[in-house]
Protein backbone atom coordinates (compact mmCIF):
# COMPACT_ATOMS: atom_id res chain seq x y z
CA UNK A 1 0.00 0.00 0.00
CA UNK A 2 2.95 2.50 0.33
CA UNK A 3 2.18 3.70 -3.38
CA UNK A 4 -0.84 5.51 -1.42
CA UNK A 5 1.50 7.49 0.68
CA UNK A 6 1.60 10.36 -2.37
CA UNK A 7 -1.93 10.93 -1.88
CA UNK A 8 -1.73 10.88 2.07
CA UNK A 9 0.88 13.68 1.87
CA UNK A 10 -1.73 15.57 -0.88
CA UNK A 11 -4.72 15.47 1.43
CA UNK A 12 -2.46 16.76 4.18
CA UNK A 13 -0.81 19.47 2.10
CA UNK A 14 -4.47 20.08 1.04
CA UNK A 15 -5.88 20.60 4.93
CA UNK A 16 -2.56 22.65 6.09
CA UNK A 17 -2.65 25.22 3.33
CA UNK A 18 -5.21 27.85 4.66
CA UNK A 19 -3.89 27.62 8.01
CA UNK A 20 -0.80 29.65 8.71
CA UNK A 21 -0.33 29.07 12.72
CA UNK A 22 0.19 26.09 14.26
CA UNK A 23 0.22 25.23 18.11
CA UNK A 24 3.49 22.75 18.30
CA UNK A 25 2.83 20.55 21.49
CA UNK A 26 6.25 19.03 23.31
CA UNK A 27 7.35 17.02 26.11
CA UNK A 28 8.68 19.23 29.05
CA UNK A 29 9.89 17.57 32.21
CA UNK A 30 7.03 15.42 32.48
CA UNK A 31 4.59 18.37 31.22
CA UNK A 32 2.92 18.65 27.83
CA UNK A 33 3.54 22.39 26.59
CA UNK A 34 2.13 23.88 23.33
CA UNK A 35 3.44 27.53 21.54
CA UNK A 36 2.46 28.97 18.09
CA UNK A 37 4.37 28.15 15.37
CA UNK A 38 4.06 30.19 11.93
CA UNK A 39 4.42 26.72 9.31
CA UNK A 40 6.80 27.13 5.92
CA UNK A 41 4.83 27.40 2.96
CA UNK A 42 6.58 25.31 1.21
CA UNK A 43 5.91 22.26 -1.04
CA UNK A 44 4.77 19.48 1.21
CA UNK A 45 6.37 16.23 1.23
CA UNK A 46 6.13 14.82 4.71
CA UNK A 47 8.31 17.32 6.22
CA UNK A 48 7.01 20.34 8.42
CA UNK A 49 9.26 23.13 8.75
CA UNK A 50 9.85 26.01 10.93
CA UNK A 51 11.80 28.98 11.68
CA UNK A 52 12.70 28.90 15.56
CA UNK A 53 15.56 30.47 17.73
CA UNK A 54 18.05 27.61 18.93
CA UNK A 55 17.64 29.70 22.82
CA UNK A 56 14.47 28.61 23.12
CA UNK A 57 12.97 26.03 25.66
CA UNK A 58 11.82 24.11 22.99
CA UNK A 59 15.11 22.57 21.74
CA UNK A 60 16.27 21.41 25.20
CA UNK A 61 12.72 19.98 25.10
CA UNK A 62 12.96 17.94 22.07
CA UNK A 63 16.85 17.42 22.95
CA UNK A 64 15.22 15.53 25.14
CA UNK A 65 12.26 13.70 23.84
CA UNK A 66 11.59 14.39 20.11
CA UNK A 67 7.56 13.18 19.90
CA UNK A 68 5.51 16.13 19.42
CA UNK A 69 2.12 17.12 18.02
CA UNK A 70 1.14 20.08 15.96
CA UNK A 71 -2.04 20.91 15.99
CA UNK A 72 -3.75 23.27 13.23
CA UNK A 73 -7.33 24.93 13.77
CA UNK A 74 -9.53 26.99 11.51
CA UNK A 75 -12.62 27.27 13.26
CA UNK A 76 -13.97 29.80 10.42
CA UNK A 77 -13.47 26.21 8.20
CA UNK A 78 -14.29 23.85 10.78
CA UNK A 79 -10.60 22.37 9.86
CA UNK A 80 -8.60 20.98 12.88
CA UNK A 81 -5.63 18.86 12.15
CA UNK A 82 -3.19 16.84 14.35
CA UNK A 83 0.44 15.89 13.57
CA UNK A 84 2.27 12.95 15.56
CA UNK A 85 5.96 13.10 14.53
CA UNK A 86 9.59 13.10 15.58
CA UNK A 87 11.14 16.42 15.77
CA UNK A 88 14.78 17.95 14.85
CA UNK A 89 16.45 21.47 15.22
CA UNK A 90 18.21 21.61 11.79
CA UNK A 91 21.14 24.29 10.90
CA UNK A 92 22.09 23.80 7.64
CA UNK A 93 22.51 27.08 6.13
CA UNK A 94 21.37 26.26 2.36
CA UNK A 95 17.94 24.94 3.83
CA UNK A 96 17.78 28.01 5.87
CA UNK A 97 18.14 30.67 3.26
CA UNK A 98 15.73 27.96 0.93
CA UNK A 99 13.19 28.61 3.35
CA UNK A 100 13.82 32.31 4.38
CA UNK A 101 11.20 34.88 3.83
CA UNK A 102 11.11 38.22 4.72
CA UNK A 103 7.86 38.76 6.62
CA UNK A 104 9.55 36.11 9.10
CA UNK A 105 11.11 39.48 10.05
CA UNK A 106 8.59 40.18 12.43
CA UNK A 107 10.14 37.26 14.39
CA UNK A 108 13.15 37.66 13.49
CA UNK A 109 14.51 41.19 12.72
CA UNK A 110 17.77 40.40 12.23
CA UNK A 111 16.54 37.98 9.60
CA UNK A 112 19.00 35.60 7.76
CA UNK A 113 22.33 38.10 10.21
CA UNK A 114 20.42 36.15 13.33
CA UNK A 115 22.94 33.64 14.71
CA UNK A 116 20.34 31.54 16.58
CA UNK A 117 18.30 30.92 13.47
CA UNK A 118 17.75 28.07 13.38
CA UNK A 119 14.40 25.02 11.97
CA UNK A 120 12.40 22.94 13.65
CA UNK A 121 11.99 19.69 11.13
CA UNK A 122 8.78 17.53 11.93
CA UNK A 123 8.87 14.14 10.33
CA UNK A 124 5.00 13.34 9.77
CA UNK A 125 4.24 9.92 11.19
CA UNK A 126 0.86 10.46 12.04
CA UNK A 127 -2.16 12.79 11.00
CA UNK A 128 -5.91 12.98 11.84
CA UNK A 129 -8.15 15.54 10.84
CA UNK A 130 -11.62 16.63 11.79
CA UNK A 131 -13.00 19.08 8.62
CA UNK A 132 -16.39 21.10 7.84
CA UNK A 133 -17.96 18.54 5.56
CA UNK A 134 -19.84 17.51 8.59
CA UNK A 135 -21.68 19.30 11.24
CA UNK A 136 -20.66 16.74 13.66
CA UNK A 137 -17.26 17.92 13.83
CA UNK A 138 -16.41 15.79 16.97
CA UNK A 139 -16.95 12.48 14.82
CA UNK A 140 -16.38 12.67 11.11
CA UNK A 141 -15.23 12.35 7.90
CA UNK A 142 -13.47 10.44 5.27
CA UNK A 143 -10.87 7.95 6.50
CA UNK A 144 -7.72 6.61 5.02
CA UNK A 145 -6.26 3.62 5.58
CA UNK A 146 -2.86 3.53 7.30
CA UNK A 147 -0.44 4.01 4.70
CA UNK A 148 3.29 3.55 6.13
CA UNK A 149 2.19 0.40 7.94
CA UNK A 150 -0.07 -0.97 5.11
CA UNK A 151 -2.78 -1.34 8.11
CA UNK A 152 -5.91 0.37 8.66
CA UNK A 153 -5.40 2.92 11.59
CA UNK A 154 -7.57 2.12 14.28
CA UNK A 155 -10.48 4.64 15.17
CA UNK A 156 -12.71 5.19 11.85
CA UNK A 157 -14.68 8.88 13.57
CA UNK A 158 -12.87 10.48 11.38
CA UNK A 159 -9.72 10.83 9.33
CA UNK A 160 -6.23 9.03 10.01
CA UNK A 161 -3.47 9.32 7.72
CA UNK A 162 -0.53 7.36 8.39
CA UNK A 163 2.54 8.17 6.54
CA UNK B 1 1.62 34.43 47.09
CA UNK B 2 -1.57 32.64 47.37
CA UNK B 3 -3.70 35.04 47.45
CA UNK B 4 -2.46 36.09 43.49
CA UNK B 5 -4.37 33.21 42.53
CA UNK B 6 -7.44 35.30 41.69
CA UNK B 7 -5.55 37.53 39.51
CA UNK B 8 -4.00 34.14 37.44
CA UNK B 9 -7.47 32.51 36.97
CA UNK B 10 -8.62 36.33 35.85
CA UNK B 11 -5.97 36.65 33.20
CA UNK B 12 -6.55 33.20 32.24
CA UNK B 13 -10.69 33.46 32.17
CA UNK B 14 -10.05 37.04 29.65
CA UNK B 15 -7.96 34.94 27.61
CA UNK B 16 -10.17 32.62 26.72
CA UNK B 17 -13.76 33.67 26.08
CA UNK B 18 -13.20 35.09 23.03
CA UNK B 19 -11.68 31.22 21.70
CA UNK B 20 -14.30 28.66 21.38
CA UNK B 21 -12.21 25.69 20.07
CA UNK B 22 -9.28 24.18 21.58
CA UNK B 23 -6.73 21.46 20.79
CA UNK B 24 -6.79 18.73 23.47
CA UNK B 25 -3.59 16.74 23.90
CA UNK B 26 -2.99 14.01 25.24
CA UNK B 27 -0.34 10.65 25.25
CA UNK B 28 -1.49 7.89 23.42
CA UNK B 29 0.72 4.33 23.41
CA UNK B 30 3.84 7.08 23.25
CA UNK B 31 2.00 9.40 20.92
CA UNK B 32 0.91 12.69 21.19
CA UNK B 33 -2.68 13.01 19.46
CA UNK B 34 -4.77 15.69 19.84
CA UNK B 35 -8.35 16.47 19.10
CA UNK B 36 -10.63 19.71 18.80
CA UNK B 37 -12.72 20.44 22.00
CA UNK B 38 -15.49 23.25 22.41
CA UNK B 39 -14.50 24.59 25.62
CA UNK B 40 -18.28 25.29 28.21
CA UNK B 41 -18.67 28.50 29.18
CA UNK B 42 -18.81 28.74 32.17
CA UNK B 43 -17.34 31.03 35.53
CA UNK B 44 -13.95 29.69 35.01
CA UNK B 45 -12.57 28.78 38.38
CA UNK B 46 -9.38 27.23 37.46
CA UNK B 47 -10.78 23.96 35.88
CA UNK B 48 -11.74 23.51 32.12
CA UNK B 49 -15.13 21.14 31.30
CA UNK B 50 -15.45 19.58 27.72
CA UNK B 51 -18.35 17.22 27.03
CA UNK B 52 -17.77 14.55 25.53
CA UNK B 53 -18.37 10.78 24.70
CA UNK B 54 -17.32 8.12 27.19
CA UNK B 55 -16.73 5.87 24.14
CA UNK B 56 -14.04 7.86 22.63
CA UNK B 57 -10.69 6.65 22.63
CA UNK B 58 -9.28 10.38 24.61
CA UNK B 59 -11.12 8.49 27.78
CA UNK B 60 -8.59 5.29 27.30
CA UNK B 61 -5.64 7.29 26.85
CA UNK B 62 -6.22 9.49 29.87
CA UNK B 63 -6.99 6.79 32.35
CA UNK B 64 -3.45 5.51 30.95
CA UNK B 65 -1.88 8.61 31.19
CA UNK B 66 -3.98 11.64 32.33
CA UNK B 67 -1.67 14.67 31.60
CA UNK B 68 -2.94 16.97 29.13
CA UNK B 69 -2.52 19.99 27.01
CA UNK B 70 -5.13 22.41 25.60
CA UNK B 71 -3.77 24.68 22.99
CA UNK B 72 -6.39 27.97 22.10
CA UNK B 73 -5.76 29.66 18.76
CA UNK B 74 -6.84 32.66 17.75
CA UNK B 75 -4.56 34.11 15.02
CA UNK B 76 -7.30 37.06 14.27
CA UNK B 77 -6.51 38.40 17.62
CA UNK B 78 -2.74 36.95 17.62
CA UNK B 79 -3.80 35.42 21.28
CA UNK B 80 -2.27 31.78 21.69
CA UNK B 81 -2.64 30.24 24.92
CA UNK B 82 -1.13 27.03 26.10
CA UNK B 83 -2.60 25.12 29.52
CA UNK B 84 -0.86 22.24 30.92
CA UNK B 85 -3.12 20.51 33.96
CA UNK B 86 -4.02 16.53 34.74
CA UNK B 87 -7.50 15.73 32.96
CA UNK B 88 -10.33 13.14 34.78
CA UNK B 89 -13.84 12.37 32.92
CA UNK B 90 -16.43 13.05 35.22
CA UNK B 91 -19.89 10.92 34.93
CA UNK B 92 -21.72 13.32 37.52
CA UNK B 93 -25.34 13.92 36.58
CA UNK B 94 -25.97 17.19 38.74
CA UNK B 95 -22.97 18.43 36.97
CA UNK B 96 -23.55 17.42 33.37
CA UNK B 97 -27.45 19.27 33.86
CA UNK B 98 -25.45 22.32 34.88
CA UNK B 99 -23.06 22.60 32.52
CA UNK B 100 -26.12 21.43 29.19
CA UNK B 101 -26.55 23.90 26.46
CA UNK B 102 -28.83 23.08 23.57
CA UNK B 103 -25.62 24.52 21.62
CA UNK B 104 -24.12 20.97 21.80
CA UNK B 105 -27.32 18.99 20.55
CA UNK B 106 -24.31 19.51 17.09
CA UNK B 107 -22.13 17.16 18.59
CA UNK B 108 -24.58 14.78 20.71
CA UNK B 109 -27.90 15.07 18.89
CA UNK B 110 -29.81 13.14 21.59
CA UNK B 111 -28.61 15.86 24.09
CA UNK B 112 -29.26 14.76 27.93
CA UNK B 113 -30.66 11.38 27.02
CA UNK B 114 -27.12 10.09 25.11
CA UNK B 115 -26.01 7.44 28.13
CA UNK B 116 -22.24 8.06 26.54
CA UNK B 117 -22.86 11.53 27.51
CA UNK B 118 -19.77 12.69 29.68
CA UNK B 119 -17.27 15.52 31.14
CA UNK B 120 -14.22 15.97 31.01
CA UNK B 121 -12.17 18.04 33.58
CA UNK B 122 -9.14 19.68 33.10
CA UNK B 123 -7.51 20.84 36.28
CA UNK B 124 -5.23 24.22 35.53
CA UNK B 125 -1.51 23.75 36.89
CA UNK B 126 0.30 25.98 34.31
CA UNK B 127 -0.88 27.90 31.56
CA UNK B 128 1.65 30.25 28.93
CA UNK B 129 0.13 32.66 26.87
CA UNK B 130 1.00 34.80 23.71
CA UNK B 131 -0.68 37.81 23.01
CA UNK B 132 -1.52 40.75 20.48
CA UNK B 133 0.17 43.36 22.62
CA UNK B 134 3.22 42.36 20.98
CA UNK B 135 3.92 42.01 16.67
CA UNK B 136 6.91 39.50 17.91
CA UNK B 137 4.26 36.57 19.28
CA UNK B 138 7.16 34.11 19.08
CA UNK B 139 8.65 36.15 22.26
CA UNK B 140 6.72 38.55 23.86
CA UNK B 141 4.37 39.76 26.46
CA UNK B 142 3.60 40.15 30.41
CA UNK B 143 5.30 37.78 32.54
CA UNK B 144 3.01 36.60 35.44
CA UNK B 145 5.33 35.02 38.41
CA UNK B 146 4.40 31.54 39.44
CA UNK B 147 1.31 31.56 41.99
CA UNK B 148 0.53 28.45 43.15
CA UNK B 149 4.08 27.47 44.42
CA UNK B 150 5.21 31.47 45.11
CA UNK B 151 8.35 30.62 42.69
CA UNK B 152 9.15 32.81 39.54
CA UNK B 153 8.11 30.69 36.35
CA UNK B 154 11.15 30.05 34.40
CA UNK B 155 11.78 32.06 30.99
CA UNK B 156 9.99 35.27 30.87
CA UNK B 157 9.87 35.54 26.76
CA UNK B 158 6.02 35.40 27.27
CA UNK B 159 3.53 35.48 29.79
CA UNK B 160 3.75 32.68 32.40
CA UNK B 161 0.79 31.33 34.67
CA UNK B 162 0.58 28.53 37.32
CA UNK B 163 -2.42 28.11 39.17
New interface residues.
Partial sequence: MREQRPESIEKLKELLENI??A?L?T?SG????????STQKLEFDGDLWFF??DQ??KVEEIEADN???V?Y?D?DDNT?V?V?GHAEMVKDRAKIEELWNPIYK??F?DGLDDPTLCLLKVKV??A?Y?DSSN?????LVGFIKALATGQQA??G?HGHINL
Wanted: charged share 25%; hydrophobic share 35%.
Fill in positions: DFMTMGKLRSRPMTSTHRVNAAPYSFAWPEEEWSRIVQDGD
